[in-house]
């Protein structure tokens, strides 16, 4: 499938996993592939502190959009592969600002001619009661801020970096909840607003992540299931983060394989080597287990995104990571044409 | 409550052995209720009495301790040990039902409440009531239970300290200004209160719908008298968690974000001078010897397309991780000194039923899981100290 027509498939692109899979590498590495592609890309943090600045090396994020990828820079050949016949792509760009409920709050209420009210409610300390008294409130606001970018065509992609997975389930579920509780007002209003926008695949996906891990993998397969049963939105393909790339080599024993290359081994490096040979096999064999298991429980096709030896992500190995969902969409299947 | 002295060299086996509550906190993901049931584990294996109470453990965990059904009770887990291990899985709602039930006058008061939409709605749903749940519940079991040891695995939280505030808060927030305002009208103040809280209930009855206003105020009418009640209850979680009696152990993994968070989180402990008694790394990456990492992908790349290469590779690229991973903890081990730090290798297993998880436990309380010597904590960046449970 060709990447552009895969970003543009919808105007919003929900990204949710538990934590500790690497939710945020991969809302920032699909933000970046979509950009490097020409989209036009805005990245939406919900929860205020995330370590999404860090690997664009900027300031922390606010309720301003921050440009983090400047519209119009190259896009810089990753790898050896970059061909010299192909004109320089261009990036769409990429910005990146926080929605958080209060931000919201008083943004709605402003842009609903309500700024006196939204004034008092904010120095009461209104806005944690009322989300108390109205489940789910915060995340419709959240929701409807960002259903606002999307409908003022600013982007062609916004990205959401969705709460952890337990919790995607509800902040996702809020609008039709309020639907019902809510029955008049504003809010309904905005709760109806949102449930369109998850409701129309043409409008709105949510991407899973996880890691090649068991207890990921349930939580994932159980979140992908609810997802669709409970709020009804569109799954888009499954991205699995830290896939360990396969070595040929790894089951050779390493003095032979050193005879072979007419290298002579130091003292203790065969050990080092097949003990790490070993533990990587071990687990290289696990994360295929799981990968397999996943493709049969769950109907989704998956993206698959290296293991990266590194314990901080900064714009190299987001390249690394973009490239690789490239490739990825490339391989999807085409989407079949409109009836 | 100031920090141990240094001269006792501490391991976790030692923080554990001295406490009578452990809580276990951290960001979500790093494996901090498999650690909590551990180090209870641990404590039955040495003959205590000791209860964990979780908070949505993953699916096999919960197999492995035979959580499957359980109520918010504790429940006895049957193991080769001599001591007794109990777990629960904590039940946010009926925690705060028999709360209200502790703290109303009479059972049409707790009923009232009960019933109620709003408090439905709080129960299930503030932000910090699973906090203050988990807080009170191991309030409940270590003053009133027949317990030795409790440990608490804490909800995952992104405001690490919510935890600690959730008593406060939500004890705060059962006395909010804004509902005293609305509710003056029943206790006779002025008019002109009585005109501005008409007005503005009238105003938020416009975003949110009147019903809901209505349900508020039926809820703290019913709530009246009994935040008393509830602050006081706050107040003892509070001084119970600083009791020296009661160990922080500070749970992460060694990627750049969760030591970040941890870093946080112990400095945010360290405001409350509240000290951090352990440090547990989950899933640590085996570094297999004590070469460096640039000398074997030098190898690795002189011989690529060999099979030898791809051993280089594999060895290199291991040791690259490990170096990034012992970088960030030396930080951290320098934040929550003199407090042990623990460093567990990523483990080719998961806890998927007791042996595994006594597995896990030997690797935890193994002394060569100890990463705190002068190479942790040094500046010098000596050799890599290899986490324990490397499978070789």
Same mark, same amino acid.
């Given at each position: ?8 498939a919808?105007g ?5 996993? =538990?934590?500790?899979v690497? #939710? ?7 933000a *970046? ?5 020409g ?9 205020? =502190? ?12 606010s ?12 896009v810089?050949?990753?790898g ?13 760009g990429?910005?990146?600002?926080? *929605?958080?409920?209060d ?24 806005v ?19 259903k ?8 062609d992609?916004i ?8 919790h ?12 019902? +509780?809510? #029955? *008049? ?17 043409t409008?709105?996906?949510?991407v ?6 068991e ?12 997802? @669709? ?13 830290g896939?360990?790339? /396969? ?20 003292? $203790?490096e065969?050990?080092?080597?097949r ?8 687990r290289?064999?696990?994360?295929l ?5 996943m ?23 987001l390249?690394?990571?973009?490239e690789?969902?490239l ?12 009836p | 409550?100031?920090r141990?002295?240094?001269?006792v ?8 052995? !001295? ?6 906190c951290?960001?979500?993901?790093? $494996? ?5 049931a551990?180090? +209870? ?15 949505d ?9 035979g ?31 028999d709360?209200?039930?502790r703290?109303?006058a009479?059972?049409?008061q ?9 408090y439905l ?7 910090g !009531?699973?906090?203050y749940m988990? /807080? ?13 040891l409790?440990v ?12 600690? @505030? ?5 004890a705060k927030? &059962? ?6 305002? &609305?509710? !003056?009208?029943?206790?006779?103040i002025? =008019?002109?209160?009585?005109?501005a809280a ?23 009418g ?6 008393? $009640? ?6 003892e979680?509070?001084?119970l968690?600083?009791?020296q009696?009661?160990a922080? *152990? &500070? ?8 030591m +970040? ?8 402990l +360290?405001?409350l ?17 004590e070469g ?10 002189? &011989?690529e397309g ?14 690259l ?5 012992h ?13 042990p730090v ?16 006594m597995?896990?436990g ?6 060569? /899981? ?9 500046s010098?960046g000596?050799?890599a ?5 490397d499978?070789?």
């Amino acid at each position: 499938m060709d990447p552009e027509q895969f970003f543009t498939a919808s105007g919003v692109i929900i990204v949710a996993g =538990k934590g500790g899979v690497g #939710k945020t590498a991969v809302t920032a590495a699909l933000a *970046v592939a979509a950009s490097s592609v020409g989209c036009r890309t805005l990245i939406v943090e919900v929860e205020g =502190k995330s370590g999404l600045a860090a690997m664009f090396d900027s300031e922390q994020l606010s309720f301003d959009e921050l440009v983090l990828v400047e519209p119009g820079s190259p896009v810089e050949p990753v790898g050896l592969q970059g061909s010299e016949q192909e004109p320089v792509q261009m990036h769409g760009g990429v910005s990146a600002r926080t *929605v958080t409920p209060d931000e919201a709050l008083v943004e709605y209420l402003r842009a609903h001619g309500m700024q006196r009210i939204s004034n008092r409610l904010v120095s009461l300390g209104a806005v944690e009661l009322i989300s108390t008294a109205v489940p789910g409130i915060r995340d419709i606001l959240v929701l409807g801020a960002v259903k606002a970018v999307e409908r003022s065509g600013s982007y062609d992609l916004i990205v959401l970096d969705a709460p952890a997975a337990g919790h995607a389930i509800s902040f996702l579920r809020s609008a039709s909840g309020l639907v019902d +509780a809510v #029955k *008049v007002g504003p809010i309904h209003a905005q709760a109806k607003e949102v449930l369109d926008l998850l409701h129309d695949p043409t409008r709105c996906r949510v991407v899973l992540v996880t890691a090649p891990e068991e207890t990921p993998v349930n939580e994932l397969i159980e979140t992908a299931y609810s997802l @669709e049963d409970e709020v009804g939105v569109a799954l888009g393909p499954v991205v699995v983060n830290g896939v360990l790339e /396969s070595l040929a080599g790894l089951g050779s024993e390493p003095q032979v394989a050193a005879r072979d290359a007419g290298v002579q081994l130091l003292e $203790g490096e065969a050990e080092m080597l097949r003990a790490a040979a070993e533990f990587r096999a071990v687990r290289t064999e696990l994360q295929l287990t799981q990968l397999d298991r996943m493709a049969q429980d769950l109907p989704l096709p998956q993206l698959h995104l290296p293991y990266l030896f590194v314990t901080d992500l900064s714009r190299p190995e987001l390249n690394t990571l973009a490239e690789s969902l490239l490739d990825g969409v490339r391989g999807l299947p085409e989407p079949r044409p409109a009836p | 409550m100031s920090r141990r002295p240094t001269d006792v060299d501490e391991s976790l086996e030692s923080v554990v052995a !001295t406490s009578d509550v452990v809580i276990c906190c951290g960001s979500g993901g790093v $494996g901090k209720t498999t650690t909590a049931a551990v180090i +209870a584990m641990h404590a039955a294996q040495q003959g205590r009495r000791a209860v964990v109470v979780t908070i949505d453990p993953a699916r096999r965990l919960a197999d492995a301790l035979g959580l499957d059904g359980l109520t918010n009770e504790p429940a006895l887990v049957e193991g080769p040990w001599p001591g007794e291990m109990w777990a629960m899985m904590l039940d946010t709602k009926s925690t705060f039902d028999d709360l209200v039930r502790r703290y109303s006058a009479d059972d049409d008061q707790a009923d009232q409440i009960l019933s109620n939409s709003f408090y439905l709605n709080i129960s299930g749903s503030l932000s910090g !009531t699973q906090e203050y749940m988990a /807080s009170e519940k191991l309030y409940e079991l270590a003053v009133e239970g027949d317990f030795d040891l409790v440990v608490v695995d804490t909800p995952p939280t992104r405001n690490a300290l919510d935890f600690l @505030e959730a008593p406060q808060r939500l004890a705060k927030f &059962l006395d909010h200004r804004l509902y005293r305002v &609305l509710t !003056t009208p029943n206790r006779g103040i002025v =008019k002109a209160v009585n005109v501005a809280a008409q007005t503005l209930m009238r105003s938020i009855a416009k975003v949110v719908g009147a019903d809901v206003i209505g349900d508020a105020i039926a809820f703290f009418g019913a709530f009246d008298g009994m935040e008393k $009640g509830f602050a006081e209850r706050a107040t003892e979680v509070d001084r119970l968690l600083s009791e020296q009696s009661t160990a922080f *152990v &500070l749970v992460a993994s060694p990627h750049s974000d969760t030591m +970040a968070e941890a870093t946080y989180f112990a400095g945010e402990l +360290a405001r409350l001078d509240i000290a951090v008694r352990a440090l547990v790394v989950n899933r640590m990456q085996p570094s297999f010897g004590e070469g460096t990492s640039v000398g074997a992908r030098l190898r690795a790349e002189a &011989l690529e397309g060999t099979e030898l290469g791809d051993l280089y590779r594999s060895l290199a690229e291991s040791r690259l991780l490990a170096e990034g991973e012992h970088q960030h903890l030396r930080g951290l081990a320098d934040d929550v000194a003199p407090a042990p730090v623990v460093g567990v290798a990523v483990q080719p297993f998961e806890v998927s039923d007791l042996d595994t998880l006594m597995q896990l436990g030997e690797v935890l309380f193994d002394p060569v /899981s100890l990463l705190t010597s002068d190479t942790e904590r040094g500046s010098d960046g000596g050799p890599a100290v290899e986490p324990a449970g490397d499978p070789r």
